[in-house]
């Protein structure tokens, strides 16, 4: 059974940074895409990072670019979003997930990813 479990969540003041994790299990997830998405209360879910199975080539949407990394660690099966000087606007519910139909151009749209983990909440005061 595919699992994905993001972890490192919680709440946070402006400026202040949190590191993420999403751990799979089930199945080796080394050679496909994986992203980070978010969803804030009323509104869609977003595209934050995604990374190629080889850690190679990573993609980030304008907003987090110069604050948030993703890498991978793909012998623990693992990829993490290092996420500094939040903002109040990076409020959200984090989801990690994976796209096994890609392994070197990671993709930015959430219906092309085929398994999600359950989310971790994310929240920056002010």
């Known amino acids: 059974q595919v699992q994905l479990v993001e972890s490192g969540g919680g709440l946070v003041q402006a400026g202040g940074s949190l590191r993420l994790s999403c751990a799979a299990s089930g199945r080796s997830f080394s050679r496909y895409v994986m992203g980070w998405f978010r969803q804030a209360p009323g509104k869609e879910r977003e595209f934050v990072a995604a990374?190629?199975?080889?850690?190679?080539?990573?993609v980030y949407t304008d907003s987090v670019k110069g604050r948030f990394t993703i890498s991978r660690d793909n012998a623990k099966n693992t990829v993490y979003l290092q996420m500094n000087s939040l903002k109040p606007e990076d409020t959200a519910v984090y989801y990690c997930?994976?796209?096994?139909?890609?392994?070197?151009?990671?993709?930015?749209?959430?219906?092309?990813?085929?398994?999600w983990g359950q989310g971790t909440q994310v929240t920056v005061s002010s």
């Open positions: 990374i190629s199975g080889n850690g190679a080539r990573t």
């Open positions: 997930a994976v796209d096994i139909d890609r392994a070197l151009v990671p993709g930015t749209v959430p219906a092309a990813y085929d398994y």
